[in-house]
């Protein structure tokens, strides 16, 4: 079992920045993948970003150049930074790790743009 805790959340003028920060129980080298969601009233989960155990990342359109999705090992935590905040940014952002047989999930941490 892994547990994940992310914190960094809050509320932010446009065009702020924040940095989301998810602490991992166990060694995050063994996770496949490790991840952001994010969610927003009455929608879907989507994907954020991602990155590999290798370093690849992947990004969806609206954050691409905006955000960015890095991974410290010797701390067992994944940051998402992200720049140039829009109020369509605002969602309960989600960690998520994937091992070749898991997916577990965070509890999520509140981001708010306001215009």
């Known amino acids: 079992q892994v547990q994940l805790v992310e914190s960094g959340g809050g509320l932010v003028q446009a065009g702020g920045s924040l940095r989301l920060s998810c602490a991992a129980s166990k060694n995050i080298f063994s996770m496949n993948v490790m991840g952001w969601y994010r969610q927003a009233p009455g929608k879907q989960r989507d994907l954020v970003a991602l990155i590999t155990s290798g370093g690849t990342t992947n990004y969806a359109d609206s954050v691409k150049g905006r955000f960015t999705i890095s991974r410290d090992n010797a701390k067992n935590t994944v940051y998402l930074q992200m720049n140039n905040l829009k109020p369509e940014d605002t969602a309960a952002y989600y960690c998520?790790?994937?091992?070749?047989?898991?997916?577990?999930w965070g509890q999520g941490t509140q981001v708010t743009v306001s215009s």
């Open positions: 998520h790790a994937r091992t070749s047989m898991y997916g577990y």
